[in-house]
């Protein structure tokens, strides 16, 4: 069923501006496995039967915008991603169409999250309409996270996605899942070669000579 037409559309919005100070290069486009970073990224959103998503590049991000575009997904600029990562989102908010019941938050620096986990995420969203959706692996939370869209218009200038999450402890809903996925962030070299050897250990992805 195309997600427009459930009764509880889940939108999402992959914060891609990050300008990869720490890594030297531009990470969204690095190879990991057959694909991109990035292009793995929004491959565990549409897997997950997310289908509206927005990514957000920065002012730099002509290739990384170019590299989306390959995709069925709206890209938006955040004129001034050095801000904060809020601004992203924000950013990303202001292009998503009307009717998103829930938000996810994705980063493309967790390039690992499975498909799988996604659709735990979004099918706890559907069941726990109104709750923050926070996937927790080995006694930790991790990325991404779904947001009901009235709770995301409350992410104003001067607040953090972790204040949205504090401020109610009672409306969040932790969903077990069995992917340290989303738990790994790339943001070195290190981290880098630490996922590609990952990925190919737990999958097999190799990249192609």
Same mark, same amino acid.
């Given at each position: 069923?195309?997600?427009?037409?459930?009764?509880?559309?889940?939108?999402?919005?992959?914060?891609?501006?990050?300008?990869?100070?720490? *890594?030297?290069?531009?990470?969204?486009?690095?190879?990991?496995?057959?694909?991109?970073?990035? @292009?793995?990224?929004? @491959?565990?959103?549409?897997?997950?039967?997310?289908?509206?998503?927005?990514?957000?590049?920065?002012?730099?991000?002509?290739?990384?915008?170019?590299?989306?575009?390959?995709? @069925?997904?709206?890209?938006?600029?955040?004129?001034?991603?050095?801000?904060? *990562?809020?601004?992203?989102?924000? @950013?990303?908010?202001?292009?998503?169409?009307?009717?998103?019941?829930?938000?996810?938050?994705?980063?493309?620096?967790?390039?690992?999250?499975?498909?799988?986990?996604?659709?735990?995420?979004?099918?706890?969203?559907?069941?726990?309409?109104?709750?923050?959706?926070?996937?927790?692996?080995?006694?930790?939370?991790?990325?991404?996270?779904?947001?009901?869209?009235?709770?995301?218009?409350?992410?104003?200038?001067?607040?953090?996605?972790?204040?949205?999450?504090?401020?109610?402890?009672?409306?969040?809903?932790?969903?077990?899942?069995?992917?340290?996925?989303?738990?790994?962030? *790339?943001?070195?070299?290190?981290?880098?070669?630490? *996922?590609?050897?990952?990925?190919?250990?737990?999958?097999?992805?190799?990249?192609?000579?």
């Amino acid at each position: 069923m195309h997600e427009a037409s459930t009764p509880y559309p889940v939108a999402a919005i992959l914060v891609a501006a990050g300008k990869s100070q720490r *890594m030297g290069t531009c990470k969204q486009l690095l190879p990991l496995g057959e694909e991109t970073v990035l @292009a793995r990224c929004l @491959a565990a959103l549409r897997e997950g039967g997310i289908a509206d998503i927005v990514v957000v590049v920065s002012p730099e991000g002509e290739a990384v915008a170019a590299e989306a575009a390959r995709f @069925a997904v709206r890209v938006v600029v955040n004129p001034d991603p050095e801000a904060d *990562m809020a601004s992203s989102v924000r @950013a990303g908010r202001e292009a998503l169409a009307a009717g998103a019941g829930s938000v996810a938050v994705a980063l493309s620096d967790y390039p690992l999250v499975r498909g799988a986990t996604v659709r735990s995420l979004v099918q706890a969203a559907r069941e726990q309409k109104g709750r923050i959706i926070l996937p927790l692996y080995a006694g930790r939370r991790g990325h991404p996270l779904l947001l009901p869209r009235p709770v995301l218009d409350e992410l104003v200038p001067g607040r953090l996605l972790r204040d949205l999450v504090r401020s109610d402890p009672a409306r969040v809903a932790e969903v077990a899942v069995d992917d340290p996925g989303v738990l790994l962030d *790339m943001d070195t070299p290190e981290d880098y070669r630490a *996922m590609l050897a990952f990925a190919e250990r737990t999958v097999g992805t190799t990249r192609r000579p």
